[in-house]
């Protein structure tokens, strides 16, 4: 860092599932501010570890912006590799999941005729044809060629190369191939090489890709949508038709495998619309992907289909007064970025405001921090207008306004496409990140201040060390003792002292305090509350999960303290404040021993005998969710009229 050098890594070029150095470079590099080109280079080891723990360090390396180079034929040659054994993977890195998480890519090979890799020729053709047929590069090709020109020419800060534009003289160019089909498998003799080629008239490229026999259904989508971005290569389809339902293992049984047939990723509104008339038209299921941090597999196509993925309609549109309007693939955090240029910030967030889209929130979301003071997002003044597509053979663009919101708000997208919301903002104040206040008394439920804090975000009872050291890994001096309380606040700055002395009036004591601050590395306390409990829980121990529970509003922490003493370790509790029909209240998101689905529905129905209601997280039917809400009945008549094929989120 001090000589600003760029660093390029060999990382993890192993068979070994334990393998660490790829997320903890990435964590370094974030928690160090390099500012540098970082490359990482075979990251073989990826293939072989669990699906937790590569998205976690998918999306350490994305956050930390490292780029990754892959060397398949050098890496397929000696992975694996025991005398006397056929090997019995391919020891290549997850190309396509480093691809679809926005990780820069190359390939490349890195020995030559040596005793690391006993055959190459310094031949970049080679690669790419040998890389297609181990990567399964093709269809589509899509952009993959770009993976061994253009992308290590910008990681290697050279932007102007690994390209070819009208009226630029290249310095190399490879002859005599039209497709990349046929570079692929031509003899490599047929293919010649020339210098510096003088420019040509440019024309349409000839690119003819042999795609598999596919359903009548899928080649019908594909005509339709021509000019779209579309992704229908397998391992895509799986990796974004997940959400969270791992979490449940009912779900998990039920939903792993399922997979959409087609994902289209629109850029405008006008392409949101070809994509519902031709859903309309061939009457395909539409199912429809914000950022996919949803816990109950919604957006999982239950019947294939195609996966409207909004992440390119990522604009702000406009903030002022107070107020916001978003195109649907916004990231909260974006959002709130935004605002806060203009002396405004987000009222309310989930846990999940990372990743999680405004669309995605204004569907399946209901609180967050911030809900004490703010309410829930159905409340009246959260979303002042909602843009939605209707899912027709001519689709139709509406715009809900007042009661009208009621209609798609918070209705899981089986209603209509969302495109733009309008959400209303508040002024924009400085946060500071509270820790445990500790020894909160058994009695009562605790009352923010009238000014200095802002949002409380959890109240929790640790039973024992392992829910305590899945919260609070990092922050040592926050951890609380054995049968102590914690509660995690942000206040805004100034209002510390009134914390304070609201923990000393109720018997507690401040024991973590530090800024706030959202940056790549560093994990704000609120990502150890709501469902991100489970999350971290998750990482210390793989066998269980979680209920989602609401408790009575006029005995919610006696009902709390209850179900503690009624289940013990099995059941460990955390309670999230939010207010409701007016009422400040507690939900909850438990975490859960498992042991067998017949024992987590005896805990269930246990609870209700002390007044607590489930909210089902472990079924994807909406009406499991809980109690039926107000604006049931208007969400059904606008399902009936905006989706009268029944399409959209099929068999919820």
Request: net charge positive; hydrophobic share 40%; aromatic share 6%.
């Amino acid at each position: 860092m001090e000589r600003g050098l760029d660093l390029d890594l060999h990382v993890d070029e192993s068979g070994d599932g334990g393998a660490r150095a790829l997320i903890e470079i990435a964590r370094a590099a974030v928690r160090l501010g390099f500012k540098g080109h970082l490359q990482c280079g075979h990251c073989c080891s990826l293939a072989v570890q669990d699906e937790e723990f590569v998205l976690e360090t998918l999306g350490a390396v994305a956050n930390a912006g490292i780029a990754i180079v892959s060397l398949p034929m050098c890496n397929m040659y000696l992975q694996g590799r025991t005398a006397g054994k056929t090997p019995r993977w391919r020891g290549i890195t997850l190309l396509h999941e480093l691809k679809a998480e926005g990780i820069k890519v190359s390939i490349a090979s890195d020995n030559c005729r040596d005793p690391f890799y006993a055959y190459g020729d310094h031949d970049m053709l080679e690669v790419m044809t040998q890389a297609t047929r181990i990567a399964h590069l093709d269809h589509p090709f899509g952009d993959w060629p770009t993976a061994f020109t253009a992308v290590p020419a910008a990681v290697m800060g050279l932007s102007d190369r690994g390209r070819l534009r009208w009226a630029i003289r290249p310095t190399w160019c490879c002859c005599r191939p039209a497709s990349c089909p046929r570079c692929c498998r031509v003899p490599r003799a047929t293919a010649s090489c020339c210098a510096t080629v003088a420019p040509s008239t440019p024309r349409c490229p000839t690119i003819a890709t042999s795609t598999p026999a596919r359903s009548q259904r899928v080649n019908d989508l594909r005509d339709a949508l021509s000019g779209l971005e579309l992704i229908d290569h397998p391992v895509q389809l799986r990796q974004r038709s997940r959400d969270f339902y791992w979490y449940s293992p009912i779900l998990k049984r039920q939903l792993d495998g399922k997979a959409a047939d087609l994902i289209a990723v629109p850029r405008s509104i006008e392409e949101v619309m070809r994509v519902a008339a031709a859903c309309a038209r061939l009457r395909v299921p539409l199912g429809v992907r914000g950022g996919a941090t949803g816990n109950y597999g919604q957006m999982v196509p239950l019947q294939g289909g195609v996966l409207l993925d909004m992440a390119r309609l990522d604009r702000t549109l406009w903030i002022e007064r107070g107020r916001g309007r978003f195109e649907a693939g916004v990231r909260l955090e974006a959002a709130d970025t935004a605002a806060q240029q203009s002396g405004w910030e987000l009222r309310m967030f989930p846990s999940t405001r990372r990743q999680a889209t405004v669309g995605g929130y204004v569907c399946g979301g209901a609180a967050g921090v911030g809900s004490i003071r703010y309410g829930q997002l159905r409340d009246s003044g959260s979303v002042l207008a909602l843009k939605v597509v209707t899912c027709e053979e001519t689709p139709r663009l509406i715009e809900l306004r007042g009661a009208d919101i009621g209609k798609a708000l918070h209705a899981y997208a089986p209603r209509a496409s969302w495109s733009k919301s309008s959400c209303r903002l508040r002024p924009l104040s400085l946060d500071r990140d509270g820790g445990g206040l500790r020894r909160l008394r058994r009695r009562g439920t605790l009352r923010p201040g009238a000014r200095p804090v802002r949002r409380i975000i959890p109240e929790a009872r640790q039973p024992d060390g392992m829910a305590a050291a899945a919260l609070l890994p990092r922050a040592r001096r926050g951890r609380p003792a054995e049968g102590q309380h914690v509660v995690m606040i942000m206040v805004a700055a100034g209002g510390e002292a009134g914390v304070a002395a609201l923990a000393a009036e109720h018997g507690g004591a401040i024991t973590l305090q530090r800024p706030y601050r959202e940056e790549r590395g560093h994990t704000p306390l609120y990502e150890y509350t709501w469902n991100h409990t489970t999350l971290q829980a998750l990482k210390v121990d793989k066998d269980i999960t979680y209920l989602q529970t609401i408790f009575p509003p006029e005995s919610n922490v006696a009902a709390l303290i209850a179900s503690h003493e009624m289940f013990g370790e099995e059941v460990m509790a955390h309670a999230e404040f939010q207010r409701r029909l007016g009422r400040t209240n507690c939900s909850s998101l438990q975490v859960v021993r498992y042991t067998s689905d017949e024992r987590l529905w005896e805990i269930v129905r246990q609870m209700e005998t002390l007044g607590i209601k489930l909210s089902n997280p472990h079924s994807y039917i909406l009406e499991d969710k809980g109690a039926r809400v107000p604006s049931a009945d208007l969400q059904l008549a606008f399902k009936h009229e905006s989706d009268p094929h029944g399409l959209l989120n099929r068999e919820r």
